[in-house]
């Protein structure tokens, strides 16, 4: 075990690397700061740019750079926002916590949906619930969630005015958010969570149990499910990393203060520590998330490890 703990470390290691190093070479595509900086300083000379750009520390060569960030990234101190001078490492912890919470509760209520409703699928596999959940799951795939976004906003907000439309104060306002994202997560894991279950019904052990006797509830969720959680436990850990990366368009139409709208709002005004920073800590999130799943996948299966 020990063994394989070292591997997945190494390769977590290695990944990271990467990430960092095309992450900081990447965003200076993205623009001159030191022009955003100078728009409204009326007329501006090259020399003034050169100094913004001293004081930004961009005339530093870029391994300089990238080494300046990789060592600060040890002490999670990223430097100070090019817009007003805020510690990175406060942003970052201002909205990390907002974004996890909802990446979390999108989670929950894709899995409180889906897996019912896949079981219900593999049981009555052909008939017409089989079919309407296979439907249903299908028209959650065509959705765009940014679309989805809207029209909860127009339905539970403006139509009925149950729900606050955006931001983010109370449990009222996690609902419309993790809902969106919660359907279109369901509309995969259902068609999961049926396959799995279709390949473990046909199991030799759930015919012993069923004709033992026992009731189609413990053979269904105590027996079945248990036997077929490794792959979707495994699936769900990925999602979940997979979240909080791609939950920036929901963040954006509700103005839910995490880590896609502080991306966002780096990427239009050119800001290189913050930018560099949230990809750099959403990528070990998802490293992180990537490497309890195989740990968790290993002590599961002696098998892994062996292999």
């Known amino acids: 075990m020990a063994g394989f703990l070292i591997k997945r470390f190494l390769q977590a290691v290695f990944v990271v690397f990467v990430v960092t190093l095309t992450v900081s070479y990447a965003i200076r595509f993205t623009g001159d700061p030191a022009l955003m900086l100078a728009q409204g300083a009326g007329s501006v000379t090259e020399e003034d740019l050169v100094r913004i750009r001293e004081g930004l520390g961009l005339n530093q060569p870029f391994l300089s750079q990238y080494a300046d960030f990789i060592k600060g990234m040890f002490t999670l101190d990223f430097g100070r926002s ?15 916590p907002a974004t996890m919470l909802l990446a979390f509760a999108s989670l929950i209520v894709s899995i409180a949906i ?26 959650g795939l065509s959705f765009p969630n940014f679309w989805l976004a809207i029209m909860l906003v127009l339905l539970f907000s403006i139509v009925l005015k149950w729900l606050p439309p955006s931001g983010m104060d109370g449990f009222a306002s996690f609902i419309m958010p993790a809902l969106t994202m919660g359907i279109i997560l369901t509309a995969t894991n ?22 033992k006797g026992l009731s189609e509830s413990k053979v269904l969720y105590k ?21 909080l990366g791609g939950i920036v368009v929901v963040e954006l139409v509700f103005n839910w203060p995490g880590m896609g709208t502080l991306a ?38 002696p098998r892994i490890r062996t292999e």
């Open 82 to 96: 090019f817009l007003g001078g805020t510690p990175v490492s406060q942003l970052i912890a201002s909205a990390l």
């Open 114 to 139: 889906s897996i019912p409703l896949g079981i219900r699928a593999a049981v009555a596999r052909g008939k017409w619930a089989d079919q309407t959940i296979r439907i249903l799951s299908l028209i």
């Open 190 to 211: 259902v068609r999961l969570v049926r396959t799995a279950m279709l390949e473990t019904l046909q199991s030799q052990y759930i015919m012993v149990a069923r004709a």
């Open 223 to 243: 027996h079945a499910l248990r036997n077929c959680a490794i792959p979707l436990i495994t699936y769900f850990g990925l999602q979940f990393g997979g979240l």
């Open 264 to 301: 966002f709002d780096a990427v239009a005004s050119r800001d290189y520590p913050v930018l560099q920073a949230v990809i750099t800590v959403l990528s070990l999130m998802i490293v992180f998330v990537n490497l309890l799943v195989d740990i968790a996948y290993g002590l599961v299966d």
